[in-house]
């Protein structure tokens, strides 16, 4: 496909390997005239970025807002005034506690011209590299992914639908609210032994995993010291780790062929 030269795109930049962004999503972003980022999108990514394109930087960690949404959303309406190739570039898929919904919304009020380019979620990502797969037919029917953020700073989750039996939860944003999850959790009627995870930096050279159940894997975070992103799994999946692991023995190449391959074939 084209590439159209007066378009906003909204670009999922995967969950941190620079090798698992799309090659739409390259192809993309090496010809961009503006981009306009988020903090959990990497610098392997970001150097595909052409010199002469103007960075942007929106960065939201907890607590620490760069611009608020409402800014983001009309810095992009702006920006797609002007024309050219836009690319508004977020951490894992748009779509997924992205809210990618809302700046598009914003473009879409305005009639401007946008695309949307899906990208691997940290949940998938976590699951193919630290060995948890998100559905088994032993384990798990099903999957939800749950937010542990709200706005207010409360957590307030369907419980009742996160005990059921034979399904996988996975937690964005939940690191700070882990104890108080698991308890909800307990309370509401989850076995303590209930196997579960938090794995930190997913995909990447540091991906961290901690395993244990319910009951103890708060304990476990603290005394490993897990910082975000960081992603939580509450299931039996998330036992199968010790034996479907094969990421964490591997040797981390320091250069990423793959990407300087796509960013050469363009320059
Ligand atoms: N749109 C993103 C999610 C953004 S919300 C996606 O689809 O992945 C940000 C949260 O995503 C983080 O707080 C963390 O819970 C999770 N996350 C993103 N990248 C991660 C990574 N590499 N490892 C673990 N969790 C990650």
């Given at each position: 496909?084209?590439?159209?030269?007066?378009?906003?795109?909204?670009?999922?930049?995967?969950?941190?390997?620079?090798?698992?962004?799309?090659?739409?999503?390259?192809?993309?972003?090496?010809?961009?005239?503006?981009?306009?980022?988020?903090?959990?999108?990497?610098?392997?990514?970001?150097?595909?970025?052409?010199?002469?394109?103007?960075?942007?930087?929106?960065?939201?960690?907890?607590?620490?807002?760069?611009?608020?949404?409402?800014?983001?959303?009309?810095?992009?309406?702006?920006?797609?005034?002007?024309?050219?190739?836009?690319?508004?570039?977020?951490?894992?898929?748009?779509?997924?506690f992205?809210?990618?919904?809302?700046?598009?919304?914003?473009?879409?009020?305005?009639?401007?011209?946008?695309?949307?380019?899906?990208?691997?979620?940290?949940?998938?990502?976590?699951?193919?590299?630290?060995?948890?797969?998100?559905?088994?037919?032993?384990?798990?029917?099903?999957?939800?992914?749950?937010t542990g953020h709200?706005?207010?700073?409360?957590?307030?989750?369907?419980?009742?639908?996160?005990?059921?039996?034979?399904?996988?939860?996975?937690?964005y944003m939940g690191?700070?609210?882990?104890?108080?999850?698991?308890?909800?959790?307990?309370?509401?009627?989850?076995?303590?032994?209930?196997?579960?995870?938090?794995?930190?930096?997913?995909?990447?050279?540091?991906?961290?995993?901690?395993?244990?159940?319910?009951?103890?894997?708060?304990?476990?975070?603290?005394?490993?010291?897990?910082?975000?992103?960081?992603?939580?799994?509450?299931?039996?999946?998330?036992?199968?780790?010790?034996?479907?692991?094969?990421?964490?023995?591997?040797?981390?190449?320091?250069?990423?062929?793959?990407?300087?391959?796509?960013?050469?074939?363009?320059?």
């Open positions: 496909m084209d590439i159209d030269k007066n378009c906003v795109y909204l670009v999922g930049a995967g969950p941190g390997d620079p090798d698992l962004l799309t090659l739409k999503a390259a192809r993309i972003i090496v010809v961009a005239e503006v981009v306009v980022y988020d903090h959990l999108v990497g610098n392997d990514v970001l150097a595909l970025i052409p010199p002469r394109a103007r960075r942007i930087y929106v960065g939201k960690e907890a607590g620490n807002h760069t611009l608020s949404q409402e800014k983001i959303s009309r810095l992009l309406v702006e920006l797609g005034r002007k024309g050219g190739v836009v690319v508004r570039l977020k951490g894992g898929d748009p779509y997924i992205g809210r990618g919904g809302e700046e598009i919304a914003a473009l879409a009020e305005e009639g401007l011209n946008f695309q949307v380019v899906p990208g691997i979620t940290a949940a998938s990502g976590m699951a193919a590299y630290a060995g948890i797969p998100l559905t088994h037919r032993d384990h798990a029917q099903s999957c939800l992914f749950v709200l706005k207010d700073g409360s957590i307030d989750l369907d419980w009742d639908a996160l005990v059921r039996p034979r399904q996988t939860v996975v937690i690191i700070g609210g882990l104890e108080e999850i698991c308890r909800q959790l307990m309370a509401h009627g989850l076995p303590a032994a209930t196997p579960a995870a938090v794995i930190c930096n997913a995909t990447l050279s540091n991906q961290r995993v901690v395993r244990g159940d319910v009951d103890t894997l708060t304990r476990r975070c603290r005394e490993a010291g897990v910082a975000p992103p960081a992603l939580i799994v509450i299931g039996s999946v998330a036992a199968l780790a010790d034996s479907l692991d094969w990421f964490s023995s591997q040797q981390m190449p320091r250069e990423k062929y793959a990407l300087k391959m796509v960013a050469s074939g363009n320059s």
